[in-house]
């Protein structure tokens, strides 16, 4: 049997385990060592160490639970459940204004965090209900924290751009400053849109009641502001900052968060024994899945190489007309169809790399094609069935909000995730320009 056939059969292998209810990253290894050892035998992975020491031994991975640790410290600290009660006050009259809320708590979370679990549930947990009990439509609310909650996956600091950068071979920092204008672009197309729900469809996204609004005075309300959004606003400045002013790196930037995160949490005095030792097993739980996943994802994306996986894709690049424009929109097809089934970690080590050489070849700018990959990837989080911001949500929502609600509500702003995506792709500069005018 010739390795391109066994590439295609590690590949349809991989899809069978994994709809058969097979752990993802047991699946990629189980694949890996059965097709490679079919088509080399034990040769092939005697250069398995390596690969799994340059993933483990990557300085800049070091960012990932030094980030993960900020995002987990923060929601020990109930950042979101004070800032939503402020933003509720503030918007006064205007319709929607509390969906507007959630999608600035949002950006503000995932420039914090950047765990989507995290940001999800504390939403769900803190704003459905009272979305719902001021009369909000059950779907727009859904929708809204579903999608507010992927904005980490684009905001800096991501893990997913992390991640690229290493695939990509990218500088983290030149990411990080490539995808702060997209992110904000999203962000502000969401806002819009809900804007436009609350004046079109009033009954959808109503106004908080006057005289909810009216028991907090003007003067408190404001010195509310202050310390419940200065914390987390100083906290960004502190990380994205620093990386991008070129003052730290992102590993030392993320150690600053981290100690951030602490402090914010001290400030407002739920820090505690019990809020650190739980912050620390959840983060380390955490970041053991994505390296496990990451090391099985070499044993997989090694036997693939060798057994001329690779120069399948390539020739299959090749039969697509249009040049190298249809094949980066193949390329995001491809990356949006395994949305529905995979998780971002796993598409990012497995698809991503296989479509590396043709964007290599054709010269194309690889820091605007990693805003672009990640922008795709937060579909990831919406697409059923297996997208995990539906189950967050399922996990905390109300009885009285049906699964169905939670699913149509999504489908607008995975339509207004595809309009940002084109609008990067017509318009590179809207990822690029801030990483030239800084000098990257």
């Not at 739980?285 to 090694?302: E, Y």
């Not at 607008?412 to 940002?420: A, D, R, T």
Request: include cysteine.
């Amino acid at each position: 049997m010739s390795n391109e056939i066994l590439a295609i059969l590690c590949l349809l292998s991989f899809f069978v385990l994994l709809v058969a209810g097979i752990p993802v990253a047991l699946t990629l290894a189980v694949t890996g060592f059965f097709f490679g050892y079919l088509g080399f035998g034990e040769s092939l992975f005697h250069l398995l160490p390596a690969r799994i020491f340059g993933v483990t031994g990557n300085y800049t991975m070091i960012a990932i639970p030094l980030f993960v640790f900020m995002g987990m410290m923060l929601e020990k600290s109930r950042v979101a459940e004070e800032l939503m009660d402020v933003i509720g006050h503030l918007s006064g009259n205007l319709r929607g204004g509390m969906g507007v809320g959630i999608i600035v708590v949002g950006v503000l979370m995932g420039a914090t965090t950047g765990i989507v679990g995290a940001t999800v549930v504390t939403l769900g947990l803190l704003t459905l209900p009272a979305l719902l009990r001021r009369g909000y439509d059950p779907k727009l609310a859904c929708g809204a924290i579903c999608a507010s909650g992927s904005l980490g996956q684009i905001i800096p600091p991501s893990l997913v751009l992390i991640l690229l950068g290493d695939i990509l071979g990218q500088s983290v920092g030149t990411l990080f400053a490539a995808a702060m204008l997209p992110g904000l672009m999203l962000a502000g197309i969401y806002i819009v849109y809900i804007l436009a729900v609350g004046w079109l469809q009033p009954h959808r996204a109503p106004t908080v009641p006057l005289e909810e609004r009216d028991a907090l005075a003007r003067k408190e309300l404001w010195m509310k502001v202050l310390k419940v959004g200065l914390p987390p606003i100083g906290l960004i400045v502190a990380v994205l900052g620093s990386i991008i002013g070129g003052v730290a790196a992102p590993t030392e930037a993320a150690s600053m968060g981290a100690l951030g995160a602490i402090l914010v949490a001290a400030i407002a005095r739920r820090f505690n024994a019990k809020v650190l030792r739980d912050t620390v097993l959840a983060t380390a739980k955490t970041t053991a899945g994505m390296f496990f996943i990451l090391i099985c994802s070499q044993v997989f994306a090694l036997a693939f190489r060798g057994l001329q996986g690779e120069q399948l894709v390539h020739d299959l690049f090749d039969l697509i007309p249009g040049g190298i424009d249809s094949d980066i929109w193949f390329m995001m097809l491809i990356i949006f169809l395994l949305g529905f089934f995979i998780e971002w970690i796993e598409i990012s080590y497995i698809a991503v790399p296989l479509f590396l050489p043709i964007l290599q070849n054709a010269g194309v700018d690889l820091v605007w094609i990693a805003v672009l990959i990640a922008l795709n990837l937060q579909s990831s989080f919406l697409t059923p069935p297996f997208g995990w911001s539906l189950f967050f949500l399922r996990g905390v929502a109300p009885k009285s909000v049906a699964t169905t609600d939670i699913y149509r509500g999504v489908i607008p702003f995975i339509l207004l995730q595809g309009v940002s995506l084109m609008l990067v792709f017509l318009f590179p500069k809207v990822a690029t320009w801030l990483p030239k005018a800084i000098g990257w």
